[in-house]
């Protein structure tokens, strides 16, 4: 637990409706604990990017209730729900929606910048993340001259820059080799633990998954433990 006590993320009969009749989700309850590292499978369209959209604020439910750290968030203004993202969240992709004009360096640089950070202080924060995840000799590269994996460190980078307390992970590896993949993944796990950043991260892979402290499957019949 926190310091305050409070789960890192806890829904609790959370319910969103894909039609006016038919739920994708519904009645879903999920407690995660901070420093948590959780894979999250299912097939698709059982509403996995749903979840995740509406854990981040970027949706609200019809029903059911949404806190992160504490703070209730389903029932924030859309702008509060941005400003509360641009702290206290970082987000991972399978596409790596680097900024193709903008270098290594400011893509990682983004999230404290948008956060009030000063310049100076911003740099010096998008510096260390890059070393700590080995691609600061790339820092002036704009990504068109990186390779995959390193394109995935810097957007690994610019989700842990601002040091989130949730880091929210939809298929981060699903556009790199086996290796590569394997790389970017411990890298994000070990900068997670390192940190005490809780993840949830949504992967079809089982091998991936098995990497994680805890393994939830999401059916139409709602959430369940994998063994």
Known sequence: MSASGAPAVRLVGVTRFFSATQPILKDLSLVLLPGERVALQGESGVGKSTLLNLIAGLDVPDAGTIEIAGRRIDNLSTAERTLFRRTELGFVFQAFHLLPHLSAL?????PVMLAGTPEALARKRALTILDELGIAARAEAKPGELSGGEQQRVALARALVHRPKLVLADEPTGNLDPATARLALDLLLAQCARHGITLLMVTHSPETAALAD???????AGLAAVP
Do not use: F, P, V
């Open 106 to 110: 400011q893509n990682t640089m983004l």
């Open 214 to 220: 805890r393994r939830l499957l999401l059916t139409q």
